[in-house]
DNA sequence: GTCAAGATGGAATATTAATTCTAAATCAGA
DNA sequence: TCTGATTTAGAATTAATATTCCATCTTGAC
């Protein structure tokens, strides 16, 4: 009777248990502390997986995971769980206000909505960009780059973003490249860099501006391998040696760049790679 | 046969699951409408609770929680829940950590691999912008962008390619907007451009430029307005008159840059948008 | 008013997951 | 090395919850 009045009760709320899991590492066994670690790592899983899942996923017994709730004096795991199932579902509560927000279309309803839109579209374009850059696809074009004397990126206006960050990462992983910018009106003049043992890649969407197409067409007369980055199928960009159609979905006029730029960054990779691989043999 | 064949399969996702239950009203009966209700406006206690719990909230008997389900296709409500909490996870603080926890199996063991990698760090990303640029954030910003008499954009290196993205898409929104690229190592000269009635946009990830630090903080200096884009909360960007702490998730220490785009694109919209409305009035 | 179809609630049943218990394994100290 | 204490895994049991089924009620058409 003594005994039991001593016994204090489990934490009860999340802050609480968060801080009583974080200071009781050395009181911890082995397998006590695997669990320890997770539930402070992971807490929504935590909240809602079984004790099988979560034993698994730890690598540990389904019952000790009881035993653990046990030792921060839970009934059991479901007391314990309950826990960070009342903090899971604070957490979303701005959630819930987006939603009813959404629902109302009240007062920020714009900005609100038009950020729920970009996002939607972004995911919608990278999702797209798994099935129009397949993996053959992308093993060639980085080859082509790889290969170049030098690489020269050629982009203006609203895809020229998606230009400087491909040559940045390109130079990043030590292959040389060039940003055909047009500085100053010289995108002619800069043209007269590139040679028949380089690669030029144009990143442009319809409607293509008129200087990117010149120096295309002119970097496949000059005998350079092209790569294009194009929303439409269309000539000259479906002359290059290696292209891809991506999608890239617009809200209200704008268009976004992610699934360009996602697409970028994989093919400097993928030709850092290569680059590398070849320097080591 | 037939019949079974062309019953479609249930929603796979949140989205889609709150797009048919928002628009089937017409084909609910009263009870399951009240559930429709109750599960578009609380979907952290459809995630959670039991179908008893539920059916005393929402003053219905728990089976009709599995008519529900079935209704929508679902094999119970069990896999209607399922999707509930996925989304309740998808949506908790833990976010971060999941997209940081993608960062940590590096090593592009092939293209296909690495491509899904970039999409599922570049969705992540894009979900987690939804939490950290709220509705006030965004208007607070635009508003400094519209008011400016020139926007300012700094940025170096890889947060350059966001830079270029918001300039451009400033100017294209008649938002008057100057680059402050560097060229030529002239960023301290170009400085001196910006006066007090000026807003300066800061772009960088951590560890920052130098020379974008000293640009930023000689802004502050001058009087001018300050918004920084950045992933985390630090001196001096934290000093700024409205700051966004961004997550990227980065692939093999290539760090992508989907929710940073995303976000200049938005302000950019919304900025014009403020400044089409002060031309009107 | 009648009747058929659909909706409904709740008891019975089925399923799933938590919990208990115990033999075996492991650890730590002498 | 031995012994006692503690930890552990997993089978068996229990508890909790989802689901099914069907009698009853409600609704709408004729």
């Not at 009760?9 to 050395?26: G, K, M, V």
């Not at 999608?247 to 992610?258: C, H, I, K, Q, T």
Request: include cysteine; charge should be negative; glycine fraction near 4%.
């Amino acid at each position: 009777m003594e005994n039991e009045k001593e016994i204090s009760a489990p934490a009860a709320d999340f802050a609480a248990l968060r801080e009583e899991i974080a200071t009781s590492y050395n009181d911890l066994s082995n397998r006590l502390e695997l669990i320890a670690d997770f539930a402070l790592r992971d807490p929504s899983s935590f909240a809602l997986r079984t004790t099988a899942e979560l034993g698994e996923d730890i690598g540990v017994a389904p019952s000790a995971i009881i035993r653990f709730a046990k030792h921060f004096r839970f009934s059991g795991f479901s007391e314990m769980q309950a826990i960070f199932r009342a903090e899971l579902q604070a957490s979303s509560s701005s959630y819930q206000d987006r939603i009813k927000n959404l629902e109302k279309h009240g007062a920020a309803c714009g900005t609100s909505e038009m950020t729920e839109r970009f996002v939607d579209a972004g995911i919608a374009s990278l999702r797209e960009l798994q099935h129009s850059a397949p993996v053959e696809k992308i093993e060639k074009a980085a080859q082509l780059l790889a290969d170049a004397r030098i690489v020269h990126v050629l982009a203006q206006k609203r895809t020229f973003t998606a230009a400087t960050y491909l040559t940045y990462n390109l130079s990043r992983l030590d292959v040389p490249a060039n940003l055909l910018d047009g500085a100053g009106g010289t995108l002619e003049q800069q043209m007269t860099l590139v040679g028949p043992e380089d690669t030029v890649v144009a990143i442009s969407f319809n409607p293509s501006a008129e200087e990117t197409i010149t120096a295309f067409e002119r970097a496949r007369a000059t005998g350079a391998r092209t790569i294009a980055i194009t929303d439409l199928a269309r000539a000259p960009f479906t002359n290059a040696d290696s292209w891809f159609q991506i999608s890239e979905a617009s809200v209200d006029g704008f268009r976004s760049l992610n699934a360009t730029i996602s697409l970028a960054l994989i093919l400097a990779i993928r030709a850092g790679t290569i680059c590398a691989e070849n320097t080591q043999n």
